[in-house]
């Protein structure tokens, strides 16, 4: 998963530093979410003309939320987005808009979104960089300065120099200006990112040492103590990823059946954490092997936790909300245009693919994180089977067809949405965020609403796994 995208989006995600082995009880955290509440809190940025930025924030690990904020007029305007906050969040920049396709800027920044602000002003630079307005009433500044440098492990030797790292972002941040509680959160944050380094060089070392043997129960202790501040996010994710592939990989002699789901049961103090459960949410939907036992074991599991009682309505939305005959209904009706500007019905593209099974690459030219995944893509496109076809489908608006048209490559297949995301297809299956791809049969059969990336690890083996299904 260490493409170039996501190390961008991890760098953005700030880390802390706190190690306390103290737990707090499963009946403290249900209070801390009882108590919450929300409030408004609106981002203003002033945007030159042609100019623009993307905020993200990882809302649950399911469902990222991008903020756009795009000025395609020939003024400077001020754009505003409202969102409600219960608890501190965690916003991160990852994405540069820009008119010209040739332009690829990406800059690293990261700023914790409370209660205590009404609202946010920020300004879009002529270099397409952000900064603070001094519209503020209270002071704010970016956080990833505690944490890029931390999340960095290239040239590393060994885990004291991610340590030294760690105590240089805590020196730093104890002579700062920031008040005890925005202390407290940056402090969460730089203990996030440097657990996520740890345990990245753990992997790609493969080193033991008994300063690492202890890494899951210091992230055990890291979630129960920073639960009432932490916010769901990438670098989060890659974490819980990376226990999970470990687990797998120590049982892949054992007779256990349901190795890909053994880690809740293992590490159940670990995912008596709320948020560690909702990454056994995002664990089920991104399952290639949806409503076999083992994953029905999983979801049962899930829906005994307090993250399934807080969230149950959007919980079984995504791991219940399809029947067979109306998502087949609803693929093989998609209306697409093809590169000649004509409508064609999904069915069509199907029958004449001559493959098994199809990846759907939902995208759209302005989306930069799309263009990185599609490198990704391409560089691992020989070892994907031939019996699988690549479909790329653009959400552009209907009125940005010729800028689609312009970036077809010629012998891949390429249709383009019709109304975009308005589509019928796009709203059935929830589409609102993209990149976004999903497998289906020949046939039209949906095998996987929300497949793996190709940035993800395992990708190539889960797509080519899903011929034998």
């Given at each position: 998963?260490?493409?170039?995208?996501?190390?961008?989006?991890?760098?953005?995600?700030?880390?802390?530093?706190?190690?306390?082995?103290?737990?707090?009880?499963?009946?403290?955290?249900?209070?801390?979410?009882?108590?919450?509440?929300?409030?408004?809190?609106?981002?203003?940025?002033?945007?030159?003309?042609?100019?623009?930025?993307?905020?993200?924030?990882?809302?649950?690990?399911?469902?990222?939320?991008?903020?756009?904020?795009?000025?395609?007029?020939?003024?400077?305007?001020?754009?505003?987005?409202?969102?409600?906050?219960?608890?501190?969040?965690?916003?991160?920049?990852?994405?540069?808009?820009?008119?010209?396709?040739?332009?690829?800027?990406?800059?690293?920044?990261?700023?914790?979104?409370?209660?205590?602000?009404?609202?946010?002003?920020?300004?879009?630079?002529?270099?397409?960089?952000?900064?603070?307005?001094?519209?503020?009433?209270?002071?704010?500044?970016?956080?990833?300065?505690?944490?890029?440098?931390?999340?960095?492990?290239?040239?590393?030797?060994?885990?004291?120099?991610?340590?030294?790292?760690?105590?240089?972002?805590?020196?730093?941040?104890?002579?700062?200006?920031?008040?005890?509680?925005?202390?407290?959160?940056?402090?969460c944050y730089i203990k996030q990112t440097y657990l996520y380094s740890v345990m990245r060089f753990t992997n790609l070392k493969l080193t033991t040492s008994p300063q690492l043997v202890n890494q899951t129960s210091d992230f055990e202790a890291f979630l129960y103590k920073y639960d009432s501040i932490l916010s769901p996010n990438l670098q989060l994710l890659?974490?819980?990823?990376?226990?999970?592939?470990?687990?797998?990989?120590?049982?892949?002699?054992?007779?256990?059946?349901?190795?890909?789901?053994?880690?809740?049961?293992?590490?159940?103090?670990?995912?008596?954490?709320?948020?560690?459960?909702?990454?056994?949410?995002?664990?089920?939907?991104?399952?290639?092997?949806?409503?076999?036992?083992?994953?029905?074991?999983?979801?049962?599991?899930?829906?005994?936790?307090?993250?399934?009682?807080?969230?149950?309505?959007?919980?079984?939305?995504?791991?219940?909300?399809?029947?067979?005959?109306?998502?087949?209904?609803?693929?093989?009706?998609?209306?697409?245009?093809?590169?000649?500007?004509?409508?064609?019905?999904?069915?069509?593209?199907?029958?004449?693919?001559?493959?098994?099974?199809?990846?759907?690459?939902?995208?759209?030219?302005?989306?930069?994180?799309?263009?990185?995944?599609?490198?990704?893509?391409?560089?691992?496109?020989?070892?994907?089977?031939?019996?699988?076809?690549?479909?790329?489908?653009?959400?552009?608006?209907?009125?940005?067809?010729?800028?689609?048209?312009?970036?077809?490559?010629?012998?891949?297949?390429?249709?383009?949405?019709?109304?975009?995301?308005?589509?019928?297809?796009?709203?059935?299956?929830?589409?609102?965020?993209?990149?976004?791809?999903?497998?289906?049969?020949?046939?039209?059969?949906?095998?996987?609403?929300?497949?793996?990336?190709?940035?993800?690890?395992?990708?190539?083996?889960?797509?080519?796994?899903?011929?034998?299904?």
């Amino acid at each position: 998963m260490m493409n170039n995208v996501l190390k961008l989006i991890f760098l953005l995600i700030p880390l802390t530093s706190c190690y306390c082995r103290t737990k707090e009880s499963p009946t403290n955290i249900e209070n801390i979410y009882k108590n919450d509440s929300a409030k408004l809190v609106t981002i203003a940025i002033k945007v030159k003309p042609q100019k623009g930025t993307i905020l993200n924030l990882a809302n649950q690990f399911y469902d990222n939320l991008e903020l756009h904020f795009f000025n395609d007029s020939s003024v400077e305007k001020t754009l505003y987005r409202t969102l409600s906050i219960s608890r501190t969040k965690l916003i991160t920049q990852f994405g540069i808009y820009t008119p010209n396709p040739k332009i690829r800027l990406t800059f690293q920044h990261a700023f914790l979104l409370s209660k205590e602000y009404d609202t946010i002003h920020l300004c879009v630079t002529d270099s397409l960089d952000i900064f603070f307005s001094k519209d503020n009433k209270k002071p704010i500044q970016f956080i990833d300065e505690y944490t890029n440098d931390l999340a960095s492990i290239k040239g590393l030797k060994s885990v004291l120099e991610i340590e030294k790292k760690m105590e240089i972002a805590t020196l730093r941040l104890n002579n700062s200006s920031f008040q005890e509680k925005q202390k407290k959160e940056i402090q969460c944050y730089i203990k996030q990112t440097y657990l996520y380094s740890v345990m990245r060089f753990t992997n790609l070392k493969l080193t033991t040492s008994p300063q690492l043997v202890n890494q899951t129960s210091d992230f055990e202790a890291f979630l129960y103590k920073y639960d009432s501040i932490l916010s769901p996010n990438l670098q989060l994710l890659e974490i819980f990823k990376i226990i999970k592939n470990n687990i797998e990989n120590r049982n892949l002699s054992s007779k256990s059946y349901c190795k890909k789901f053994s880690y809740i049961t293992e590490l159940k103090n670990v995912f008596n954490n709320y948020t560690a459960q909702a990454f056994i949410l995002y664990d089920l939907k991104s399952s290639t092997s949806k409503n076999d036992s083992c994953w029905i074991q999983a979801t049962k599991n899930l829906t005994t936790t307090l993250y399934y009682q807080k969230n149950k309505q959007k919980v079984d939305s995504i791991l219940f909300k399809f029947n067979a005959f109306s998502s087949k209904n609803t693929v093989l009706n998609f209306k697409l245009i093809d590169f000649n500007k004509k409508t064609i019905d999904f069915n069509k593209v199907l029958l004449t693919a001559n493959k098994k099974i199809f990846l759907l690459d939902f995208w759209a030219t302005w989306c930069v994180p799309c263009s990185k995944q599609n490198e990704i893509l391409n560089s691992k496109i020989n070892n994907i089977s031939n019996e699988i076809g690549i479909i790329k489908i653009s959400l552009d608006e209907d009125s940005n067809i010729d800028l689609w048209r312009k970036k077809v490559v010629k012998g891949e297949i390429h249709l383009k949405s019709i109304r975009g995301f308005e589509n019928e297809f796009c709203k059935y299956f929830k589409i609102t965020e993209i990149p976004r791809y999903m497998l289906i049969s020949s046939s039209g059969e949906l095998l996987n609403e929300d497949f793996y990336p190709p940035s993800d690890p395992n990708f190539i083996k889960h797509l080519n796994a899903s011929l034998k299904k």
